[in-house]
């Protein structure tokens, strides 16, 4: 089993940018993508960015151009940088990976876009 703790949320003004964190401990070998979802109050969870682990990515139209995923396997962390933020991209993000076929999800950081 992976355990994923995220950090870097927080509070920033349109067109400002962020970074995101999601360190992984447990099970590492075993994974296989990793990735980032968010949920907005009053809509549902949407994928925004995934890295495979032989480094190919796939992202969000919404945030394609703006947003970039990485990861650090020396560190075991995954990360989302995040460009020209705006108010349509507040939610709560949440890092997750799939090994083994299991998928884990953290528990969420909180990313608010306002002036």
């Known amino acids: 089993q992976v355990q994923l703790v995220e950090s870097g949320g927080g509070l920033v003004q349109p067109g400002g940018s962020l970074r995101l964190s999601c360190a992984a401990s447990?099970?590492?070998?075993?994974?296989?993508?990793m990735g980032w979802d968010r949920q907005a109050p009053g809509k549902q969870r949407e994928s925004v960015a995934f890295i495979t682990n032989v480094g190919g990515t796939h992202y969000a139209d919404s945030v394609r151009g703006r947003f970039t995923i990485s990861r650090d396997n020396v560190k075991n962390t995954l990360y989302l940088q995040m460009h020209s933020l705006n108010p349509e991209d507040a939610a709560v993000y949440y890092c997750y990976v799939l090994a083994s076929g299991i998928g884990s999800w953290g528990q969420g950081t909180q990313v608010t876009v306002s002036s």
């Open positions: 447990g099970s590492i070998s075993s994974i296989n993508v």
